[in-house]
């Protein structure tokens, strides 16, 4: 069944969220965007199924860390996809 929305996907199943904890979260909720089909609307109001999409995210406890983070996983996708 194709998810309409990321909010579909429940975020984190923990009530305290660490980092850990939300690493985790968003590595689920990366996979299942790339694995499953959803449906988004188009510029001219059509609805699209797209089949899959993938995101880099950076996580910390503060700004600064997250987009440390953030620019590491860039880099890595960017390795990853020249090989």
């Not at 996979?31 to 996580?59: H, K, M, W, Y």
Request: contains cysteine; glycine residues 4%; proline residues 5%.
């Amino acid at each position: 069944m194709p998810i309409s929305t990321v909010r579909d996907i429940p975020l984190c199943p923990y009530q305290e969220k660490s980092c850990v904890d939300l690493l985790l979260a968003m590595l689920i909720k990366q996979r299942v965007l790339r694995d499953q089909p959803f449906v988004v609307s188009s510029l001219e109001g059509r609805l699209v199924t797209v089949n899959g999409a993938d995101f880099c995210f950076g996580i910390g406890t503060n700004l600064e860390e997250a987009e440390v983070s953030l620019k590491n996983q860039k880099e890595l996708r960017k390795t990853s996809q020249q090989r």
